[in-house]
C-alpha cells in the first residue's frame, strides 16, 4: 500500500527535476541564513547558482556531527525562533547534544513522511498502533506519533518501559500494528510469555522495528515469537528523525528512501569519493524541504548501501540495505549513543591510570551489556582490596553519569589489553545481531 | 621494626599464581609467608620473601604490577586464646587492623602473625608498650 502514490512512484527524471529545484532552494537557503554553510561555501568556492545539475551535488562540502556540535544550541537554524514549532535533540551525548528544530511546515512534511512510512509498513486508518518508541526529546516517539495521526490510525502513545502494563494493553486494545525498537519488541514478547499470555494470539499484523542496529536473524525471530510482519526503519534526527526510509511490507527487502526529500550518497568514507549504486560506503543526505534545520551532505557515519531498482510494491524511489556498521567508532548502547572516547575522558580523571582501556560490548538477553576493562599500573595498585574495588566503583559512577549507561569495570593486569601498532583495538563488540 | 611485604595484582586467571612463584623460584627467591585476597575478577597476592628488592625486580621484568607496604610481624604464644590477647591489646587502643595472615615458620616456642595497620608506627608503640614482641625485618626474612 502506498501513502502517497504520486511521490513514491514517480519516474526518475520528473523524481529528479523536483530534487534539483528544492536543492537549489535550500542551497540558497542555507547559504544566506547560516553562517556556517557561507563560510564553508566560500572555502570551497561554491557559488549557489554554481549548482545547476544533481551532479553538482557533489561540488557542495560535507556536514558533519562535530559541525553540528560547534553550532550548539541552535547555530544551524535558518529561521528565528518565532518560525519554530518544534526542539528535539539527538541521542548522542558526546559533550553536548545536536539540537533540531522544525519550522510548522517541516512537522507536517514529518508527518506526511511518517504516514507514507507507516502505510509502507503495512498500517491503514483503520489501524491501532502501539508505539513504544520513547516520546520527549528523542523524535521516536512523537515521529510515529504525528504519522499515525496523519494516517488517521488510531495511536495508543505509551512510549517505552512498564512492560506488563504494555502487555496488559495490548491484550484489553488489541492493537494491530507495534512500533518499537526491535530490542524492546522481543523484551515485550518474554515479559508476555512470563505473565502466561499468548503474543501469537494478539491481533498484530505487522511492527516497524528501528533506531538501532538489527539483523535479518532477529527479524526472523520477531515475526516467529510475534507472529508479525517485521520492517526495518531509519532515521536521525539530524536529517529529520525517523520516515527517512523504510522497508515495504510486500518486499522487505531494503529500505525505500523518500527522495523528494531526502537525496542519498554513498561516500567512501576515507576519501569522501561518491561511490557507484550497488558499492557500501557512508551513507550521506541532503535534505531538500526542510525549513528550520536542513543539511547539506550529512555524513551519517552509517555504512549501507544504496541500489535503484524499482521494487515490487510498485516505489520507483532508491532503496538503501540495512545498516551494515559504522564509519566511526560510535557503538549503540541499549540505544544510547557511546563514542569510546567519552570513556576514555572518564578513565582519565583518575590519577595515574594511563590510557589503556578496552570496551567489551555483549549482549545478555535482551539487554546489551558494557564492560570496561582498565589495566592497573603501581600508581594506582594498592595492596588493599578495598581501594581498588572503589575505584571500579567510583569509574562505574562517573561512565553511568556521563553516558547514562551502566557499565562494570574490571581491573586487569599491565600489558593484558592487546596493543597494536597505530590504532589500539578499543572495542569488542561481541553481540550477534 | 617494620617488615616489607610486597603485593601484586593478578586477575582471575588459571596458571598466574603459577607465574609469579614460578618467576620467584627462578630467581633464588624464597617465600616466607604469603596471603591471598581475591574478588570476582581480581587478587591481591601478598607475600613476604627473603629478598625483596630482588623479588619486586624480577616480578617487574616479567609484567606484573608490583606494590610494596610495610607490614608488623608479631610473636603470638601458640595457645588458646594467644592472638585474642594482642587483638584485645589493639582493639583498646582503636587501631584497626586492615587484614592479616600466619607466618609458616615459628620463632621458638611462639607462632608469627603478620599484621597491616593504616597507622603503622602507633600500633607497633603500643604493641611494644603492651610487652608483645614485634620481629624485626632482618629477622624474619631470615628465619
Redesign the interface.
Known sequence: MIYNEEYETMPREALEAIQLRRLQTTVTRVYNTVPFYKKRFDEVGVKVDDVSSLDDLRRLPFTCKDDLRDSYPFGMFTVPMDDVVRIHVSSGTTGKPTVVGYTARDIQTWSELMARTLMAGGATRGDMLHNAYGSGLFTGGLGFHYGAEKLGASVIPISGGNTKRQVMIMTDFGPTILTCTPSYALLIAEVAEEMGVDFRAFNFKAGIFGAEPWSEQMREEIERKLNMKAMDIYGLSEIIGPGVSVECIEAQNGLHIFEDHFIPEIIDPDTEEVLPYGTPGELVFTTITKEAFPVIRYRTRDISVLYPEPCRCGRTIVRMGRVQGRSDDMLIIRGVNVFPSQIESVIMEIDGIEPHYQLEVDREGRLDTLTVKVE???KV?????KN??NMERKLEKNIKEMLSVSAQV???????IQRSEGKAVRVIDKRKI | MKVEQISIFLENKAGRLAEVTGVLGKAGINIRALALADTSDFGILRLIVNDHEKAKQVLKEHGFTVGRTEVVAVEVEDRPGGLNNILQILFENGINVEYMYAFVQQSGQNAVIIFRFDDIDNAVDVLMQNGVTVIAGQKLYAM
Not at chain 1, 381 to 385: A, I, L, N, P
Not at chain 1, 410 to 416: A, C, G, I, N, R
Open positions: 592497573v599500573n603501581e595498585f594498592s595492596d588493599e582490596v581498588l574495588q574490571k581491573l586487569v593486569e599491565p600489558k593484558s
